[in-house]
């Protein structure tokens, strides 16, 4: 039982055409790219700069976004490694069942879930908000109560809000869905034009509106602190475990590894590549943001166009800006729409799930079932939950899973030396540590609610594991006979 438990899968053979019809093998190095910026730049530019701008660093959200990046440049690099040896669409699932065995190896798939599904359900839950403003500028307004979630996250207890559902969250995510089920071919091109879209739109917003930046706005840089995790340096990395939200999509290029040409040269351009033109605009926006406008008044659902309000000269911005986040909210869905049905694909093949899960459909050459299941799932998270729970809880299954990449490609260098591997980390003795560290400090400054719905959570996927993943395993079947 316990061997089973960190019985390790070395054999990545049958990934691919040996279970039924194959995935399209389409993107190249810039597709991957693509996707990966599609992933990133969303509400985290959108959104959550402005949010974790007024609740917890001030104008040091930058030093914020800059620990994150640091945080996740770290386990950039570990993904990089890891898909030039294992280039497969299951990720840190499939990294971890290499190096760390099936039981550690359900953990981190199960808690993809909550990284793909519920950012999904986080994005879609920001899209409404600019999606309303843009309908409230025509002269349209939508009834409240269908655009606001029934559940509200106040001083770390859930309540109600006396609210229906949020609507357009719901519409959003079944229309990406459907496209997601057609193919992607045509996903991943819509993908590529809505990201060259919303950088196009986000450089006009940070040139045009530095020319209004009030540098007294960014005075004290780093505010006098309020108690922990407000302002200060506890505020920084609050906010630094906050908008790590934002960089997390870069990991979904791994996921579409079986689509990728060359997947050992494709994919670690494209997450590095992504990552870094991510963090630069980034960076840009949240300077351009605190320097308009009081960081006090940026935690709305929209604050990027609360703070052009404020500049009338710039009130022709409001229209672009609009635009701009529901396209890259919209491309931000899309990817992981795109990247969870993988996951479950890929765990269905080894057994750990039933087979459904693992069928593509003949003439899509698309995981369908899966598909449908996700955006079901993300569809009613959206619908009913709030955006700061929902990205909190993601932040969390994913800096779990980064720990795990972190530690495989160490594990794998003192176990498999001398595996041809098309990338490797630099001073990986180095570089590895300190990305499972970083990761680790964010964890701590997240709420306490927050991980008791992660234990919660936790505790039923391994419910599932027990019940049925342990008793169908493949690599079990395999070693018994």
């Known amino acids: 039982m316990l061997k089973q438990l960190f019985a390790r899968k070395?054999?990545?053979?049958?990934?691919?055409?040996?279970?039924?019809?194959?995935?399209?093998?389409?993107?190249?190095?810039w597709g991957v790219t693509a996707l990966g910026i599609g992933a990133v730049i969303g509400t985290g530019i959108f959104v959550v700069t402005g949010q974790a701008a007024a609740e917890h660093a001030g104008p040091a959200v930058l030093i914020s976004f800059m620990l994150a990046a640091i945080c996740s440049g770290f386990t950039a690099l570990c993904y990089a490694e890891f898909a030039t040896l294992i280039p497969i669409s299951g990720s840190s699932y499939s990294y971890a069942y290499a190096t760390l065995g099936e039981m550690v190896a359900w953990f981190i798939g199960w808690n993809m879930v909550l990284e793909y599904g519920i950012s999904a359900s986080a994005v879609a839950a920001s899209w409404t908000g600019y999606f309303t403003s843009l309908l409230d500028n025509i002269g349209i307004h939508l009834p409240q109560a269908l655009t606001e979630a029934p559940l509200a996250y106040t001083n770390g207890h859930l309540v109600t809000t006396g609210h229906l559902l949020n609507l357009p969250a719901v519409a959003i995510v079944a229309a990406l869905t459907w496209l997601c089920y057609v193919g992607i071919r045509e996903s991943s091109g819509l993908n590529v034009l809505m990201v060259a879209l919303k950088v196009g739109l986000i450089i006009v917003v940070v040139v045009a509106g530095y020319r209004y930046v009030d540098p007294a706005n960014w005075h004290p840089f780093i505010p006098t602190s309020e108690g922990t995790g407000k302002y200060g340096w506890s505020g920084i990395m609050r906010g630094a475990a906050m908008v790590f939200f934002a960089y997390i999509g870069f990991e979904a290029t791994s996921t579409a590894a079986q689509e990728c040409k060359n997947p050992q040269k494709d994919l670690p351009f494209g997450t590095l590549v992504s990552l870094v033109i991510c963090t630069v605009l980034y960076l840009a926006m949240a300077a351009v943001l605190t320097g308009l406008i009081s960081y006090t008044q940026l935690g709305t659902s929209e604050p990027v166009v609360?703070?052009?309000?404020?500049?009338?000269?710039l009130g022709w911005l409001r229209w672009i800006v609009e635009i701009g986040a529901l396209i890259g909210l919209s491309s931000v869905i899309l990817v992981m729409i795109i990247a969870q049905p993988r996951i479950f694909m890929v765990m269905s093949r080894d057994?750990?799930?039933p087979p459904v899960f693992?069928?593509?459909?003949?003439?899509?050459?698309?995981?369908?079932?899966?598909?449908?299941?996700?955006?079901?799932?993300?569809?009613?998270l959206a619908a009913i939950f709030p955006l700061d729970l929902l990205a909190d809880l993601t932040s969390m299954g994913t800096l779990i899973a980064f720990v795990?990449?972190?530690?495989?490609?160490?594990?794998?260098?003192?176990?498999?030396?001398?595996?041809?591997r098309g990338f490797r980390v630099p001073w990986a003795w180095v570089i590895c540590p300190a990305g499972v560290l970083s990761c680790l400090a964010l964890l701590y400054f997240m709420d306490w609610f927050n991980w008791v719905l992660m234990i919660a959570w936790t505790v039923g996927g391994f419910a599932i594991y027990f019940g049925y993943g342990i008793r169908h395993s493949r690599l079990h079947t395999r070693v018994k006979s």
């Open 404 to 420: 795990a990449v972190c530690t495989g490609v160490l594990i794998l260098r003192y176990t498999a030396p001398d595996l041809p």
């Open 358 to 380: 693992g069928r593509i459909h003949p003439r899509h050459r698309t995981p369908h079932i899966n598909t449908l299941i996700t955006g079901t799932g993300i569809a009613l």
């Open 351 to 353: 057994g750990l799930l």
């Open 10 to 29: 070395t054999d990545f053979s049958d990934a691919d055409d040996s279970h039924g019809p194959a995935l399209r093998r389409t993107l190249g190095k």
């Open 306 to 313: 609360t703070a052009i309000r404020v500049h009338p000269e």
